[in-house]
């Protein structure tokens, strides 16, 4: 499946900015520090967790 293959919305779910809003959102409501990670999977290429990365992980951004 090539990037093309994808809707729009999927594109505008995948992003890195509708993941940084929800590692802030994560962070407003736990107090825990969030990380937004690079996946590797086009599908999704971001994740959020509350974990501190494996330093092989591409981190993108940490809420704090």
Not at 6 to 34: C, I, K, M, W
Request: proline share 6%; net charge neutral.
């Amino acid at each position: 499946m090539t990037d093309t293959a994808f809707s729009a919305r999927r594109g505008r779910l995948a992003s890195f900015e509708n993941a940084y809003a929800v590692a802030v959102q994560r962070r407003e409501d736990t107090g825990a520090d969030q990380y937004v990670i690079a996946t590797g999977n086009p599908v999704q290429p971001f994740r959020v967790s509350r974990h501190e990365p494996a330093p092989t992980d591409t981190v993108y951004a940490m809420v704090a």
